[in-house]
């Protein structure tokens, strides 16, 4: 990956420094608490209200990269915090699914590969096994969700779970077992083949027959509808293929990851401000900046396993979908507690033109990592 220019390394210190002036004061007002979005500018708490939600380790991991960014201890106290709180989720069955991976590696693994302490180690482990105990054998795949609803979910798995996937790889290397990773290889192997189409495009939800293990049918999931394309699905398939090139070594997985990443940089026009899905009605202007920052944060991976125009091309666009949500799409006042703007839930439901904690979360962690300094949570 090349060097950036000097005019880019000025404007990342100029974002970091933005960040540093913002965060200090909106973490010391939401001490002791674990934000999902914001109301009227002011961050939620999902401490009490909803503490298995999917989201909750992200606080904790963006209080670790500021304490990296910064050295402030409160950070560090805050971070510790939001992983206290998760254990009760350790102890909720219903809480627990393939989403451990976003709850503990932000906050137990990564504090100990810190720190090496034994309290994260036991949580991240107790993660890890409950994770891979969510494999079907006879598919191949991590099972992603909980029945809720009165609907089956046996079957589904879904393209986020490659972001999880580093919880089992971890455990490998931390236990020397190698069942961990042959879980992780063979999900992402799955995907690979099952949510991956011919032009690059992925679908969100693929459900199979949980007994033959038989792909039955892709759902539009959080996406527009069957056979479209939700850019944050297409934003964890970048990022979390990268990842299991990385675990592995496995170069399919590099080839997959560029697949998707050539398939969105041709989708992502002039503008670089990201829709709810790629294949969206041309006339709805609704738009996901956490696909944006997602997407720029897994580029950076890509480009960093790569070298010369390659790796450039990769970069040139994450760098473009930063600055894009710089200048256009975050909230730089005191006024708000967020920074992303247009952040959305899915293209269906109401959770439009929100703040969302993953966005902000990303973008934090993409700028620290073109400064070289972010920590490697994923
Ligand atoms: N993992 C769920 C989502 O991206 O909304």
């Known amino acids: ?40 500018g002011r961050f939620d708490d999902k401490s009490e209200s909803d503490v298995c939600w999917w989201t909750n380790g992200f606080w904790g991991g963006e209080m670790w990269q500021l304490y990296k960014l910064t050295g402030n201890e409160m950070f560090k106290k805050e971070a510790i915090g939001v992983e206290d709180k998760l254990d009760k989720v350790l102890m909720i069955n219903e809480g627990l699914d393939h989403d451990n991976g976003f709850k503990w590696l932000p906050t137990s693994v990564i ?29 191949n795949f991590i099972r992603a969700w909980n029945n809720w609803d009165d609907v089956d979910r046996r079957g589904f798995a879904i393209i986020d779970c490659m972001m999880n996937l580093p919880l089992l790889y971890w455990a490998s290397e931390e236990t020397t077992d190698p069942r961990f990773k042959m879980m992780a290889v063979a999900h992402a192997d799955t995907a690979m083949k099952t949510f991956v189409r011919e032009d690059g495009s992925v679908n969100h939800i693929v459900v199979f027959d949980p007994f033959t ?28 293929f990268a990842l299991s090139y990385g675990y592995t070594g496995d170069k399919k997985y590099l080839e997959t990851s560029k697949k998707i990443a050539d398939y969105v940089i041709s989708e992502l026009g002039d503008s670089y401000l990201v829709p709810i899905d790629y294949r969206q009605p041309k006339d709805v202007d609704l738009e996901d900046s956490t ?43 005191l006024d708000t507690d967020n920074l992303l703007n247009n952040c959305a839930v899915d293209y269906h439901g109401d959770g439009h033109n929100m703040s969302i904690i993953y966005g902000d979360y990303y973008f934090i962690e993409a700028m620290m990592k073109l400064d070289g300094t972010a920590l490697k949570i994923f």
Request: glycine share 12%.
């Open 291 to 333: 696909a944006a920052a997602i997407t720029a944060s897994g580029l950076i991976e890509l480009a960093s396993q790569l070298e010369g125009e390659e790796a450039d091309k990769y970069l040139d666009a994450a760098i473009k979908l930063l600055k894009t949500l710089d200048e256009k799409r975050i909230s730089w006042g």
């Open 111 to 139: 504090r100990y590969k810190l720190e090496k302490n034994k309290e994260s180690y036991n949580r991240a482990m107790l993660a890890a096994g409950n994770m891979a105990g969510r494999f079907n054998l006879a598919g």
């Open 213 to 240: 293990g038989k792909m039955v049918e892709s759902l539009g999931g959080q996406g527009y509808g069957v056979g479209s394309s939700w850019t944050r699905g297409q934003s964890w398939g970048i990022y979390g």
């Open 1 to 40: 990956m090349r060097k950036l220019t000097g005019e880019e390394q000025k404007w990342v210190k100029d974002t970091l420094g933005k960040i540093k002036d913002k965060m200090v004061p909106v973490t010391e007002r939401n001490l002791d608490s674990i934000p999902y979005t914001t109301m009227s």
